[in-house]
């Protein structure tokens, strides 16, 4: 079994920062890209940040130079230091890793459970 584990989120004044972690566990047998996404009320699930475990980023526009996405390959997390927030950041965060588990044919996509981050105006 793989579990992604979030924490981090919570209620914060517009401006604020929060820093989002997410720790995979299991039997893991390698990590390929990790990342977050979001998903607002009434909305579609959109990609937030990724990285690779090259350490190649990838950024919504809506995020850039505020987000900064990092990871710790030897404790299998990943982390997203939010600065600057704004009311519209308001969503649950999902952290997603690809991975293969041991004894599994291939890698595919596990998700968190998610995390609320509320901002307020």
């Known amino acids: 079994q793989v579990q992604l584990m979030e924490s981090g989120g919570g209620l914060v004044q517009a401006g604020g920062s929060l820093r989002l972690s997410c720790a995979a566990s299991?039997?893991?047998?390698?990590?390929?890209?990790m990342g977050w996404y979001r998903q607002a009320p009434g909305k579609q699930r959109e990609m937030v940040a990724t990285?690779?475990?090259?350490?190649?980023?990838n950024y919504a526009d809506s995020v850039k130079g505020r987000f900064t996405i990092s990871r710790d390959n030897s404790k299998n997390t990943v982390y997203l230091q939010m600065n600057s927030l704004k009311p519209e950041d308001t969503a649950v965060y999902y952290c997603?890793?690809?991975?293969?588990?041991?004894?599994?044919?291939?890698?595919?996509?596990?998700w968190g459970q998610g995390t609320q981050v509320t901002v307020s105006s």
């Open positions: 299991g039997r893991i047998f390698s990590i390929n890209a």
């Open positions: 997603s890793a690809t991975l293969s588990a041991l004894g599994a044919l291939g890698p595919r996509a596990y």
């Open positions: 990285i690779t475990s090259g350490g190649s980023l």
